[in-house]
């Protein structure tokens, strides 16, 4: 079983950029690596999806999306696009009942380890893409910012804010200076694909990271007076000097200073997606009660479309919108559940033993839930996924970790 276990983790950090090259910059091109890794995640899990901690949930689950399906499919709103849509949002507990049952994923080092190493790797190659001027823009040829060769921008990028989460808190567990590198690295790389997301979510966990060292006092874990030292310098020098060169290249990039040229109207609309949103909730607005528990599936984006005017059907980016309408309030109520109820667990357990975990895992749960509203892209990508059952995993095993 050891080599299956060694081609998952070869498979979890190669096949997103390599994807990403074959399909090219419009993500029209030919390849099959996604559809195989879900495959091939899906065989695997398939021995331990009813034998963890989440097995009758998954029943429920699994019950229905087939009742979602069979239902779209009598209304017309069944399509591939929609069923597709449910397994990617599957993929997590496909993920975390391979993580928490099979026995060859007990050691907490090898999975922490392989998810950072995703993390470096992808920021490594946008790194190297924006300073060679190779890959694919994130917005266009002409604007600020890489997206490398991967094809959802925004996928990679909250990945790699999620593993230099994990980085930080696989510092300050085990003191490895490799993972305060294996930081910078993804800092650096989350910086260049040129998104308000990748700016100010980098920025926020490089002060929590700060704010940890300085001020908190952990149940498990303390600051050394040299780190300490180090990292005021970094907060009054570095810290001012990036900022100063985030709004600089803001300002003088035609496309970012107009998408960005009111930062507080850019948040009212939700990151610029306000015409999607506008257009989702008039969709939303005509449901009756049967749509509002079952969604309407691909009738919800072709109404989107209508509205908007697009020659394809469209989702709003937002993705509890995108959820009730295209699955209906009760399906979504499961699927955003889990996150949250982390969430807030976290947020109890830090207050009572401040547990290092507890920090970390509340700033990465916060942000995954705060991008799924913001940007979308969140519950509804496997790559994002695959990465937020690490953090579940961890959480749900956090009396028994060591890693090194």
């Known amino acids: 079983m050891k080599p299956y276990k060694q081609l998952y983790y070869n498979i979890l950090i190669y096949r997103t950029p390599l994807n990403g090259y074959l399909k090219g910059t ?7 690596l996604g559809i195989l890794y879900r495959g091939i995640i899906i065989l695997f899990s398939c021995f331990y999806l009813f034998r963890t901690r989440y097995s009758n949930y998954i029943k429920v689950l699994l019950l229905s999306a087939v009742f979602l399906s069979v239902y779209q499919l009598i209304i017309g709103g069944f399509s591939s696009r929609t069923f597709m849509m449910l397994i990617k949002i599957l993929n997590f507990y496909f993920v975390i009942s391979l993580l928490l049952g099979c026995k060859y994923f007990s050691s907490y ?5 392989s998810a950072i190493w995703y993390g470096v790797i992808a920021a490594f190659i946008l790194i190297y893409c924006f300073v060679f001027k190779v890959g694919y823009g994130s917005y266009t040829d002409e604007t600020f910012g890489t997206k490398g060769f991967f094809v959802a921008m925004n996928d990679v990028g909250l990945t790699i804010l999620l593993l230099n989460i994990l980085a930080c808190y ?7 200076n490799n993972y305060l590198l294996a930081s910078l690295v993804m800092s650096g790389g989350a910086c ?27 149940e498990d874990y303390k600051s050394s007076r040299t780190l300490k030292i180090i990292v005021v310098l970094f907060l009054f020098v570095i810290f001012n000097f990036l900022v100063i060169k985030i709004i600089t290249i803001i300002q003088e990039d035609s496309f970012l200073s107009r998408k960005y040229a009111d930062i507080m109207e850019v948040f009212l609309s939700a990151s610029g997606r306000d015409r999607l949103i506008d257009a989702a909730v008039r969709t939303i607005g005509n449901f009756n009660v049967f749509d509002w528990f079952f969604g309407k599936g691909n009738l919800f984006l ?8 697009f020659e394809a059907p469209k989702e709003a980016e937002v993705d509890p919108i995108d959820l009730i309408g295209q699955s209906g309030i009760i ?17 109890k357990g830090f207050f009572k033993k401040h547990n290092i975990l507890d920090y970390w895992s509340v700033i990465a749960l916060f942000m995954f839930i705060g991008h799924a509203c913001y940007g979308g892209h969140a ?12 953090f579940i995993y961890l959480i749900d095993n ?3 970790i060591n890693i090194s």
Not at 200 to 208: D, H, K, P, Q, V
Not at 302 to 309: D, T
Not at 334 to 346: A, D, G, R
């Open 398 to 400: 956090k009396n028994k």
């Open 109 to 113: 080092t090898q999975v922490v380890r």
């Open 302 to 309: 072709i109404e989107n479309q209508r509205y908007l005017h």
């Open 26 to 32: 419009d993500g029209s091109g030919d390849s099959l």
């Open 379 to 390: 519950y509804t990508s496997p790559l994002v996924l695959s990465y937020l059952a690490v």
């Open 331 to 347: 399906f979504s109520f499961f699927i955003l559940y889990i996150p949250i109820k982390k969430l807030f667990s976290c947020i």
């Open 192 to 218: 260049l694909v040129g998104s308000m997301a990748c700016f100010f979510g980098t920025a926020f966990i490089l002060l929590s990271f700060a704010i940890s060292v300085l001020f908190m006092d952990f």
């Open 170 to 176: 696989s510092f300050q567990k085990t003191k490895n």
